[in-house]
């Protein structure tokens, strides 16, 4: 079993910063474990924002390159999202995924408004 809990999310004002985290645990690997940020925004798809391997090598999408941060920390089983220059299109809700898995956290709200 898994379980993922993300945290951080949060009101911001377009053009600020927030960073989630997520805490991993459960009977899984998490040094060798691929790991991603998901949102999904009302009456929009799922989608992917950025994922790490378990060396670190990092991917994201085009709306958010040069403005999101994915990182991890095996020590404290740890994921993290920092995401600065935030916009109104980045308002959803952030989930947390073992990358090639079912096992999903309960998902963060960010909004973007002034």
């Known amino acids: 079993q898994v379980q993922l809990v993300e945290s951080g999310g949060g009101l911001v004002q377009p053009g600020g910063s927030l960073r989630l985290s997520c805490a991993a645990s459960g009977n899984f690997a998490f040094r060798f474990s691929g790991l991603g940020w998901y949102r999904q925004a009302p009456e929009k798809q799922r989608e992917l924002v950025a994922s790490i391997t378990n060396v670190g090598r990092t991917e994201y999408a085009d709306s958010v390159k040069g403005r999101f941060t994915i990182s991890r920390d095996n020590a404290k089983n740890m994921v993290y999202l920092q995401m600065n220059s935030l916009n109104a299109g980045d308002t959803a809700v952030y989930y947390c995924?073992?990358?090639?898995?079912?096992?999903w956290g309960q998902g963060t709200q960010v909004t973007v408004s002034s």
């Open positions: 995924n073992l990358l090639q898995t079912e096992y």
